[in-house]
Structure formats: C-alpha cells, structure tokens
DNA sequence: CATAAAAGTGTAACCGGTTCCACTTCGTTT
DNA sequence: AAACGAAGTGGAACCGGTTACACTTTTATG
C-alpha cells in the first residue's frame, strides 16, 4: 500500500510549480511551454499520478456525476433502462452512483439525502410517489431533476420522460377488441402510480371506442413488488363471467401472471389472450411466442440523460420537459380471434 | 438555484465556531453541549444544511464508496446481481459507482482510470482478462478488488467470489448422461474466461466418469456478446453426428440459442435435452419448463460486498481470498430419458 | 475552599486540487 | 533604442469540511 503522490509532489520532481501541474493536467487553462509539458507529463507517468476527484469536486459543483435511482435492478425492464443510461453517460464522461428504492418511500428519502450530500448534478429517477418537498427541494438546489417511466402529478415542475402510456393501454385493448373479444381484463401498476393509471384510463377509451361494456371487476390494479399480480389474475379468473383477454401492464408482474395462468391450466391464446408489456427474448420463446409492448428504452435513456445533464444551459424555472416517446405493439401469437356469437 | 449554505454559514448563524458544528456532525468526535447541539441542530435544518460529501473525502480516502465493474448489466444475471450488491452496499452505508465494460478491455482499463481518480475504496469487476498492470497498480493504491463471477488464473492475489463452475459444468453433465445420453453437447463462454474454462473442465469429468467417448465438435465456445451462441448451436446442430443433448453453459447466450433451436424446428425434449445455466423467471414458464443451473446470486452479491469492504482489517497481501459457493442443479421437464439402444 | 480533572469551545492548519494575479523574460512595433 | 504585449511561471488564497491543540469554564475531589 504505497502513498499516493499529490500534485505538490509532481511539482517537486518536475521542478515546477503546482500551478503548472495544473494547466497541464487542464489544458486550455493557461499557458505551458511545451518542453515543460512534456516533462511535467513524463514525470506524472513515471511517479504514477492521478488527480483526485474529490478535491477536484471540491471548487465547483462539478457535472461529473449522475443519480440513477430505480426503483429495482432485477427488473428487467430498469436493469436495461440502467444499462442504457450508464453507457449514454459514460460516453459523456460522466459517472453513474446506480441507487434502488424498493418501492419504500422511505428508502428514497435516504438516497435522496446522500445524493443531496454528493452535490450530484442531475437525477434520474422513478419516483415512489412520495417526499414530494424533498424533490422540490433539490431542484430549488440546482439539481437536474429527470422521472423516467413514471412521474408524479402534483410536481408539474420536474421534467418527464416516459413511453405515452395512454396510448400503449389503448392499442392494445384496442386490439384484442377488434380480435372479437368483449370482456378484456386489464392487470395494471397501482392506481397511485401515472404509469399505472394512464394504462387503464387508454384501456377505458378503447372499450369506449369499441362500443363495449366498461366492468370495474375487470381493472385489477397490483403492487410492483411481491405475488400480487398473481392474486390479481387469480382473482381474475374466478369471476362469474371471466375474461377472454387480458393485458398485463404491469411490466413487473408479468411473469408472476403468468406463472398463475399456467398453474391453472389456463392455455394461451385457447382458453385466454394475452398483451404483456415486457420485451424479454423470452417472450419469443414461449409457446405460444406472446404479443407485447415494446417500448423503446434506448430512446427513454438517451432522453433521460440528456435532460439531467442540462443543467448548465439554465432553463427558465417553470419550463419542465415532458418527452413521449411512443411504444411498438408487437403482434405474434397470443391473441385469438374470437367468433362472435351473434 | 439557492446558493448552498456551508459549514461556516451554520456556525455563525448558531453562534459559535466550525469545530462545534462538525462535531455535531460527527458524534464521537468530540463533547459537544447537549444545548448546544440542539441548537446548531435546529440552525442546521432551518438553513438546510446538508454536509458535502466531496469536502469529507478530502480528508480521508473514504470507505464510502464502491465500484461496480460489470460487462453488461442488461443480461438479468449481472443485472441481478447488480441489485443484490446495491442492496448489500446500502445496508452499510456505502455508495455504488456502475459502470460497464461491454466485454472490451480498452473501455475497462478507462473506467479503471476513473474508478483510481475517485479513489474507491473497493472495486467488484467482472475482469476482461486483460488490464493485468492496472489491476495489479489498484491492489498496490489499497484498493480492494473482488473478482465475481470470472477470474484471471495469472492475477492470484486478487479475491475471487464465484460458484463451483467446475462442479456445475459436471453436475449438468453427469444428469444427462445419467439420463442415457452419450452424445452431450457444451456451449460455454470464451476459452479466455475462467468461467468458460471451468465449466469445460467439469464437462471432460463427467464423461469421463460416465465411461463417455469425448469429442471436441461437441465443445463450443461462444462470446459473451453478440449471436454467437445461437452459431454456436447451429454449427451442432449440422453435426453429421449431432447430440441429443446440450447443456448452454453461457449464461449471456441461453436465450440465443433456444431461438435457433426453436427457429429449427427442434423439439425440447423430444429432439434435444437441454440443460441451461440461468435463473429467470421465465425459464419455468416455457414448454416445457428447462432444468436450469441455479446461481446463488444473493451470496455471490453478500460475499463481494464483504470482501470489497474488508480493507481496514489489512489483511496480508499475498493471501487472497476465495469463496465458492455452489450452484443448484433445479430439475424441471427440458431433459428426456433416453431408450438406450443396446 | 483550593485545586485538579473534565467538559466545552475556538483558532488555525490541513486535505489536494484550481485559479487570480504579479512577475520575468522574451519578441515586436514605432 | 524605447515601449509594449504576449508567453511562461510561481506565490498564495480558496473550496468546505476535519481535527490537533490551546484555552476557558464547570464540576468533582480532597
């Protein structure tokens, strides 16, 4: 364990000043006669210097480091969303400090603090829902503030990026409708959840659309974490007039749903239909491949970064961004055309 | 954007010096006046005051921050076990920087760079292979350093986590030639990988035991990234003797070659037994369900974490630590017995 | 009650970088 | 040849915390 040379130490061996160092180290910072850079860098290459971040950090709040703050990584869905944001903000040069909530707002509230404590410059984040004033407080603070997937209402300041999930709720009921079914369950985030209630709410319109009964028994709203989207489907099933279709919506409960419809023997698409919003390669491979909502992470994380790392350009308070980006319906096997009974 | 209140702001503020107010902030640093400290408490929320972490860091090569070095955190194995370390880390207090290699050695040795300037007190990789000289410079700086997953035979002081690949390689194997298979293929990762190599390894064991004919058409090796397994299954699959068997020992390249089996029109199991290393949900879901090779990721994730967190303790160099743990051989319905033709 | 020990507080240096500004040393311009 | 400007360099303050040490005030002890 060998002490680390400062910039002082480079200075001494170079023969130079620490303020030479510097400007070598920050080009474009002040004037260095090249034979003097040249030593200078031999000299840290030879002593094995690198300057340290946190005195570097220490000047100036410093855009070199972003939030990721999921709400979980072994979702696949967010562990791709996670995966795209590092490489966007690596080729940027920036740093990602990866946090998960759990879906616990008071977890949040603590990564929140240590992100408060690192003078991050920006935050992506799926917000619980909750420490409404911890989020205002950080955006008061100057910290690019992104929600991604989800958002929260009541903080129309705080820029958005999601798939338009209106309209992904939407073509899919609208789909199997025109596929001849009637009743159409929906399984869905919470309802406190945007993601969640503007699925349903595009569900609604398109029953609407297609002249069909609205049953608030087939709208099942379920946890993100946990079995409870196999209770919905449970539950689902044993009503007195059971669906023919259903769209899974929300993307962490997909596999738990259908775990249960295969546990109760429930064939797909024979006995039920089914929309997941998931894009595994596994959903490919199931018998039948499943028809699914694909939506387009590249775009959700490219977006993402882009805005938290706005921060310099000053946007006028007020002004939020909200990017849509629009998800592909991806039609394979799953759904069946029913007969209609006329 | 409200300037940032700093630790002299809530000194005067409170009436009384800095020292005060950082032993308020670190108890057990010094005595501290039970009026006193409710008081620069009270000043401290009222002016919303919260430490910077960089101004700390200064002081001390700070135990409070953890990188994670991963290839790719969109294969669900890396990405779970991202979650798992995440967790592990938060539970103490500690802060995890992600980033990804993608698999290449130049993207590693930057992100290395990166991780030596921020002074991290521990890194867990998942290593190249390449970078010898950088990885060998982290250990002397202190750092601690745990390989998961993977190794690098030539790095031997270095802390290795990972499962029993050897023994998984040959429990797999043995399975299916206990099920009366004689013509067993492997698919596994690169030859340069450890984890390659030793899955190979256990392979060789188990038919050997098995009294089995070893031919090398049947060993293949695919990259982490990219089709190359779903080539790797092809090429076995035009075999002028192919196997009823495979066990796809490459975990980032599972759902690959199932879809050129699939896209071939081969049954599983009736065509091909199949044996693949991973743990997603969805392997249970598929028809039939696989029999899987199970990664304890919660212990490879624990195990890490403590290792990467052990620097104080000092431990002596040249003794370094490695923990296997071993995985689960989960039978479900993917491998059939076969009749043997006597 | 004197005095030693303990408790509480403040001053100033330090961590390792960046940067303002003053100072030399040249090469150019009239 | 004098005057000027640009290039190159160094000294020292600063960023926002921590902490060794000196100092004052209490409290405890004989």
């Known amino acids: 364990m060998q002490k680390q040379p400062t910039i002082r130490d480079v200075a001494q061996a170079a023969g130079v000043s620490v303020a030479v160092v510097s400007r070598v180290l920050n080009p ?15 000299v840290m290459q030879s002593l094995g210097y690198h300057p340290r971040t946190a005195a570097r950090e220490l000047k100036f709040g410093p855009p070199t480091t972003l ?9 696949p869905f967010f562990a791709r969303l996670a ?26 509230a603590e990564r929140l603090a240590t992100l408060i404590e690192r003078r991050v410059s920006g935050i992506i984040a799926t917000p619980t829902g909750n420490n409404q004033e911890i989020w205002k407080k950080l955006q008061a603070l100057g910290t690019d503030v992104v929600f991604v997937d989800r958002s929260i209402p009541t903080l129309p300041e705080v820029d ?37 209630r503007d699925r349903i709410a595009g569900y609604r319109e398109a029953l609407e659309a297609a002249g069909l009964e609205q049953d608030e028994l087939l709208i099942r709203s379920a946890a993100f974490r946990g079995a409870a989207g196999g209770d919905a489907a449970s539950a689902l099933l044993n ?6 279709a259903l769209v899974v919506a929300n993307t962490a409960q997909v596999t738990e749903v259908l775990k249960r419809l295969s546990h109760a023997g ?7 239909s089914v929309i997941v919003f998931e894009d595994s ?16 992470i590249d775009l959700l994380a490219r977006h993402s970064v882009q805005l938290a ?10 002004n939020a961004t909200v990017i849509r980006v629009s998800a592909e319906l991806v039609e394979r096997s799953s759904v069946a055309r029913l007969q209609l009974a006329k």
């Open 239 to 244: 009503l007195e007039d059971p669906p023919t």
């Open 28 to 42: 474009g910072s002040g004037p260095v006669a090249a034979a003097t850079r040249t030593r200078v860098n031999e």
């Open 83 to 108: 995966d795209r944001v590092v490489q966007e903000a690596h080729a940027r040069g920036i740093q990602v400090l990866l946090m998960t909530t759990q879906e616990d707002d008071h977890l949040e």
């Open 67 to 75: 939030g990721l703050l999921l709400a979980d990584v072994s979702n």
């Open 160 to 196: 958005v990026v999601s798939i338009d999930n209106f309209e992904s709720g939407r073509s899919a009921t609208a789909l199997l409708a025109a596929h001849g079914h009637r009743r159409i369950g929906i399984i869905s985030g919470p309802a406190t959840s945007t993601t969640g």
């Open 281 to 296: 390669p596994w959903t490919e491979l199931m018998t039948p491949p499943l028809t699914i909502v694909r939506q387009p």
């Open 266 to 272: 429930i064939a797909i698409p024979g006995a039920m």
């Open 309 to 318: 790392l706005a921060n310099t350009s000053g946007r006028a308070p007020g």
